[in-house]
C-alpha cells in the first residue's frame, strides 16, 4: 500500500524541473532508458516507487529499485541510466538532499547504544540497502506534505529529521553517520574532493591532497579509493571530462579552447580521453550536444 501511495504523489508532483515545495526535495520521472549520462551524485537519498536505476562509480556499479534505496555520501562523478521503462510505465522517484549538520544535530542526540556500532575503516561514498517499513512511511508522509501547505512549514523539517534517523539507524546508517563526524574519513576525503572539484583544472600531487585531509599518502589514496572507487587523478579526469562537456555544449566549435580551460596542455590528449570516456570525439559530440540545446 506505502508503494501504491508513494507512487501517486510522486506522479502529481513531478515538475520538468524536479522541485518540490519542501526544501531538499525533488521529484523525477523518465520515460525511456536512454543512453548513459554523466552526473555529479550529491549526497542524498534516492528512492524509486517504478523502474530501476543503475549508477556506475569507478568499477563499481549500483542498482536500485522500489524495493530498496541508495544512499550517497559523498558528491561523486557517476554515470547512470534506467532500465525496465517505458512511457506507458515510466521511471518516478525521488532525491532527498542529505545535510551534514543535521546528521551531525542527530548524533549529537542520540543516546548510548541507540545507534548501531561503527565499522572501521572508509566506507564506499554510495551504497544501496533494502526499503524498509519504517522509512517508506516517513517517505510517504513527507510528500503528503506538498497537498498541505498549512503543514508543511512545521511539519515538513520533523519528517525529514526522522527520515535521517532512519536511515541513520538502518542498514548504511555507518554512512550516513560518518557524513556527520566532522573527524570521520569519509570527511577527510570529501575535503579532498571538495578541492578537485573546485580546482579541477589544477594540476595537483597526491602528497599536497594527503596533507588537505590530515592523512598520510598511503592511507589517504587508500581511503580514497574505497570511497570514490577512482584514484585522486582518474577523478579529477572525470570532472574535467564532465565539465568539458557541458562547456562544448555552448561552443562546439571551440575545442581547443575547451581543452585547456579544464586543463588539457595537449588538445589530442583531450580528444582520445574524451572519446574514450564518452565514445565519439568531442566535435562529433559537440555538435550533437549543440543540436539538443538548440532544440530545448
Known amino acids: ?67 530498496s534505496y541508495l544512499v550517497t555520501s559523498v558528491d561523486l562523478p557517476v554515470t547512470g541510466h534506467f532500465v525496465g521503462i517505458s512511457p506507458e510505465r515510466p521511471a518516478l522517484g525521488l532525491a532527498l538532499v542529505l545535510e551534514p549538520s543535521a546528521v551531525a544535530d542527530l548524533l ?77 574519513s569519509l570527511a577527510h576525503v570529501a575535503r579532498a574532493v571538495r578541492w578537485i572539484q573546485d580546482h579541477y583544472a589544477e594540476p595537483f600531487r597526491v602528497e599536497e591532497l594527503a596533507r588537505l585531509a590530515g592523512m598520510s599518502p598511503s592511507a589517504f589514496y587508500r581511503h580514497f579509493q574505497t570511497v570514490t572507487a577512482l584514484s585522486p587523478i582518474q577523478f579529477q579526469k572525470r570532472i574535467r571530462l564532465q565539465q568539458a562537456r557541458l562547456l562544448l555544449a555552448g561552443r562546439p566549435h571551440d575545442i581547443t579552447a575547451v581543452a585547456h580551460r579544464v586543463g588539457y596542455d595537449s588538445p589530442s590528449q583531450f580528444s582520445r580521453e574524451y572519446r574514450r570516456r564518452y565514445g565519439v570525439p568531442p566535435s562529433r559530440d559537440a555538435t550533437r550536444l549543440h543540436a539538443g540545446a538548440g532544440e530545448g
Open 108 to 184: 549529537l542526540r542520540a543516546a548510548p547504544g541507540d545507534l548501531p556500532p561503527a565499522r572501521a575503516g572508509a566506507l564506499p561514498g554510495i551504497a544501496v540497502a533494502g526499503m524498509t517499513a519504517d522509512l517508506l512511511d516517513a517517505l510517504v508522509r513527507l510528500l503528503r506534505l506538498l497537498d498541505r501547505p498549512r503543514d508543511r512549514a512545521v511539519l515538513a523539517p520533523l519528517v525529514k529529521r526522522e527520515i535521517l534517523w532512519r536511515l541513520l539507524t538502518g542498514e548504511q546508517g555507518d554512512a550516513v553517520r560518518r557524513l556527520g563526524l566532522a573527524d570521520s
Open 1 to 67: 500500500m506505502g508503494f501504491d501511495e508513494l507512487l501517486a504523489s510522486l506522479a502529481r508532483h513531478v515538475r520538468p524541473d524536479e522541485s518540490t515545495a519542501i526544501d531538499g526535495l525533488h521529484i523525477a520521472k523518465a520515460e525511456r532508458p536512454g543512453p548513459p549520462s554523466p552526473a555529479m551524485s550529491g549526497t542524498v537519498l534516492a528512492v524509486l516507487a517504478q523502474g530501476a536505476k543503475r549508477l556506475a562509480v569507478g568499477d563499481r556499479v549500483h542498482e536500485y529499485h522500489p524495493g
